[in-house]
């Protein structure tokens, strides 16, 4: 800790948040902006790959550059580190599945999702780029100033430009199966992780398992029936892009003009809901200004200084915590209910009693 807080002197709150073979990744604040960011903190001395990596990474980084991309905020470097500061993601897809989210996307959240993912991805082709790791893991949920949900793709690490012959790069569970086996054409690789990216976010689960590579090429190879999605048009695309043989695979365009993504009056409406932060600052809300209908945290206050201002932590609800919260007043008018009839009953008693009482006198 004692080396980032030296290094990166306008930043401040420093939270490790990560951590790998060679790296930290810290969430702080932006001391002149207020607004959460990401330092990923590398050890040069005991980075075991060319630094040419790392350089490759940034510009890549650079030359995507999107709504639906991990912005690069700033570079610092010393002799010993190197900091790559981006937006900070409270959330990426696998996390979020695993403590925020208790049922799978509904088949527009994952129309959207995709939708987001492919403006990057449509660059990174154009640049001649593929990302070689796209995982659910490296599809972050970012929070704008106006509380809308966008998705950003991350981590470029592996990525490079696209060859008939690349390097083995990846996270198997997401891993085409002609990367598993070692094969030469590895161009559609990408496309067959989106396919299972799809697959968890409707199951919330992988379908292809295996403790090692090998097992993992087994089980894909192995003819088993993938589970359907109970929409015909994603089935269809999910299918198409989980093919086996490449040359069976979809291209390219075909994935981007498939018919899944033709829809009638089709927008980037905010389909997904998490929790709202503030609207300037990625931060959870404490204050509601009622002049300007705004959510708003501590930094804001002083901007809303004649407004009629309602303190209320974290008044942005999602609609899990509206469902809870309804039903939550639901058991409490249940249980208003049940004490005002015992009430009226011990009531009822009372003044039977008053009146014996007054007759026997």
């Given at each position: 800790?004692?080396?980032?807080?030296?290094?990166?002197k306008?930043?401040?709150?420093?939270?490790?948040?990560?951590?790998g073979?060679?790296?930290n990744?810290?969430?702080?604040?932006?001391?002149?902006?207020?607004i959460?960011?990401?330092?990923?903190?590398?050890?040069?001395?005991?980075?075991?790959?060319?630094k040419?990596?790392?350089?490759?990474?940034?510009?890549?980084?650079?030359?995507?550059?999107?709504?639906?991309s991990i912005?690069?905020?700033?570079?610092?470097?010393?002799?010993?580190?190197?900091?790559?500061?981006?937006?900070?993601?409270?959330?990426?897809l696998?996390?979020?599945?695993?403590?925020k989210?208790?049922?799978?996307?509904s088949?527009?959240e994952?129309?959207?999702?995709?939708?987001?993912?492919?403006?990057?991805?449509?660059?990174m082709?154009k640049?001649?780029?593929?990302h070689?790791?796209?995982?659910?893991?490296?599809i972050?949920?970012?929070?704008d100033?106006?509380?809308?949900?966008?998705?950003?793709?991350?981590?470029?690490?592996s990525?490079?430009?696209?060859?008939?012959?690349?390097?083995?790069?990846?996270t198997?569970?997401t891993?085409?199966p002609?990367?598993?086996?070692d094969?030469?054409?590895?161009?559609?690789?990408?496309?067959?992780?989106?396919?299972?990216?799809?697959?968890?976010?409707?199951?919330?689960?992988?379908?292809?398992?295996?403790?090692?590579?090998?097992?993992?090429?087994?089980?894909?190879?192995?003819?088993?029936?993938?589970?359907?999605?109970?929409?015909?048009e994603?089935?269809?695309?999910?299918?198409?892009?989980?093919?086996i043989?490449?040359?069976?695979?979809?291209?390219?365009?075909?994935?981007?003009?498939?018919?899944?993504?033709?829809?009638?009056?089709?927008?980037?409406?905010n389909?997904?809901?998490f929790?709202?932060?503030?609207n300037?600052?990625?931060?959870?809300?404490?204050?509601?200004?009622?002049?300007?209908?705004?959510n708003?945290?501590?930094?804001?206050?002083?901007?809303?200084n004649?407004?009629?201002i309602?303190?209320?932590?974290?008044?942005?609800?999602n609609?899990?915590?509206?469902?809870?919260t309804e039903?939550?007043?639901?058991?409490?008018?249940?249980?208003i209910?049940?004490?005002?009839?015992?009430?009226?009953?011990?009531?009822?008693?009372?003044?039977?009693?008053?009146?014996?009482?007054?007759?026997?006198?």
């Open positions: 800790m004692k080396n980032i807080t030296e290094n990166c306008n930043y401040s709150n420093f939270i490790r948040i990560g951590a073979t060679y790296s990744v810290y969430r702080a604040i932006d001391k002149k902006t207020k959460y960011v990401a330092i990923k903190e590398i050890d040069k001395l005991r980075f075991n790959q060319p040419e990596l790392l350089d490759n990474e940034i510009e890549i980084m650079k030359k995507i550059e999107n709504e639906n912005e690069l905020k700033d570079k610092i470097e010393t002799e010993e580190f190197l900091y790559i500061i981006t937006d900070y993601c409270e959330y990426d696998e996390t979020y599945f695993k403590n989210r208790e049922k799978p996307f088949i527009n994952i129309r959207e999702t995709l939708i987001q993912i492919n403006n990057t991805l449509k660059l082709l640049e001649k780029l593929t070689r790791d796209l995982k659910p893991k490296n972050l949920i970012y929070l100033k106006l509380n809308k949900n966008i998705i950003k793709l991350s981590d470029y690490g990525s490079k430009a696209i060859s008939k012959t690349m390097s083995i790069a990846g198997p569970l891993m085409a002609e990367i598993l086996n094969e030469n054409d590895l161009s559609k690789g990408d496309l067959w992780s989106i396919g299972i990216i799809i697959y968890y976010m409707y199951f919330k689960e992988y379908p292809y398992n295996g403790k090692n590579e090998h097992m993992l090429f087994k089980d894909i190879t192995s003819g088993k029936k993938l589970k359907s999605i109970d929409d015909k994603l089935n269809d695309l999910m299918n198409k892009l989980l093919q043989n490449v040359n069976d695979r979809l291209s390219w365009d075909q994935y981007f003009n498939h018919n899944f993504f033709k829809v009638d009056n089709l927008d980037n409406k389909l997904i809901n929790n709202f932060n503030c300037i600052h990625s931060h959870n809300v404490n204050f509601y200004c009622q002049n300007c209908q705004l708003i945290c501590e930094y804001c206050l002083d901007k809303h004649e407004h009629k309602i303190p209320f932590n974290n008044i942005g609800l609609n899990d915590e509206i469902n809870k039903k939550l007043l639901q058991e409490i008018e249940n249980k209910n049940y004490f005002n009839t015992i009430k009226n009953k011990i009531q009822s008693i009372y003044h039977k009693l008053k009146l014996i009482k007054e007759n026997i006198k």
